[in-house]
């Protein structure tokens, strides 16, 4: 069994500040996707990476892959209070196999 | 985009109740689907996959004759909670890949149905 660590499990910060996700394994992925869940909602999509070293950004988030596609990152500038939810990576180690969650990172932005 | 719609999103009901949730892609055909538990504060783990037109396959420690799975079209899957008990509460989330697609397929999700059992 694939196994995802995301670190750190709880966040508070204060509006504006920044910070990092992190999203670790010992196996190796064909693609790993960031989440974010709101309470009693599904979990969104935000971004899906599949080559190593990949960077993608979309507005003050940025998303990268490790070199080896066994590790992420997500990094947020400038957080806002919108920021706040349930960060979930998921990685799948081939085309065909379901997605394999961490345990989600609980993030809370203080205005 | 991508829609999958799950339904019912909230089932309050009775120990000894069977409870069906529907999960249907609502703009793409779907030739699997997933069904995810999660309970509060905790991440998504994936109880079985479900092909169209075949058996699901479970996970380990999850009781087949507890949760039946049917998968009849490429755009519906059930999944039936049978003689529901209290531990069975929690959110219940169905995933879907679209079949068009090839390589890294993207999971679309539901959002979810919240079972209680009293």
Known sequence: TQLLEQSPQF???????????YCNSSSVFSSLQWYRQEPGEGPV???????GGEVKKLKRLTFQF?????????????????????????????G???????????????? | GAVVSQHPSWVICKSGT??????????FQA???????????????????????????????VEKDKFLINHASLTLSTLTVTSAHPEDSSFYICSARDAR??????????????????
Not at chain 1, 11 to 21: F, K, R
Not at chain 2, 103 to 115: A, K, V, Y
């Open chain 1, 11 to 21: 966040l508070s910060i204060q509006e504006g500040e920044n910070l990092t996700v």
């Open chain 2, 101 to 118: 697609t090839g390589g890294n397929q993207p999971q679309h999700f539901g959002d979810g149905t919240r079972l209680s059992i009293l």
């Open chain 2, 31 to 61: 030739t699997t689907m997933f069904w995810y538990r999660q309970f509060p504060k905790q991440s998504l783990m994936l109880m079985a996959t479900s092909n169209e037109g075949s058996k699901a396959t479970y996970e380990q420690g």
């Open chain 1, 96 to 111: 065909n196999t379901p997605l394999v969650f961490g345990k989600g990172t609980r993030l809370s932005v203080i205005a």
């Open chain 1, 45 to 51: 999509l935000l971004v899906t990476v599949v080559t």
């Open chain 1, 66 to 94: 490790g070199d080896a596609r066994k590790d992420s990152s997500l990094h947020i500038t400038a957080a806002q209070p919108g920021d706040t939810g349930l960060y979930l990576c998921a990685g799948r180690n081939s």
């Open chain 2, 18 to 27: 069977s409870v069906k949730i529907e999960c249907r892609s609502l703009d």
